[in-house]
């Protein structure tokens, strides 16, 4: 069974960076897509990023161009850089397969980008 486990948020500024990991355990090879997703107060979670095995990244735009997902499969690993942010990019960020497989979704990692 694949846990997930991120870490990384906190407070920032706007226009800071913060650098979120997501450790993986247990048998991640049947996950070939995987991506970072948020969930803002009172908003539904959306896909933020998006990774294949072969290192195809995805991105909407509300994050394009400020935002790179990498994945590290030595460390089973998966990280989202995050840079520029805005009040907006407030929300628990999670890890998930992309789709996103309920058993899967972890505690998040809160990120709160103050004005």
């Known amino acids: 069974q694949v846990q997930f486990v991120e870490s990384g948020g906190g407070l920032v500024q706007a226009g800071g960076s913060l650098r979120l990991s997501c450790a993986a355990s247990?048998?991640?090879?049947?996950?070939?897509?995987i991506g970072w997703y948020r969930q803002a107060p009172g908003k539904q979670r959306e896909l933020v990023a998006g990774?294949?095995?072969?290192?195809?990244?995805n991105y909407p735009d509300s994050v394009k161009g400020r935002f790179t997902i990498s994945r590290d499969n030595a460390k089973n690993t998966l990280y989202l850089q995050m840079n520029s942010l805005k009040p907006e990019d407030t929300a628990v960020y999670y890890c998930?397969?992309?789709?996103?497989?309920?058993?899967?979704w972890g505690q998040g990692t809160q990120v709160t980008v103050s004005s």
């Open positions: 247990g048998s991640t090879f049947s996950i070939n897509v």
């Open positions: 990774i294949s095995s072969y290192g195809t990244t």
């Open positions: 998930n397969a992309i789709p996103p497989r309920a058993v899967l």
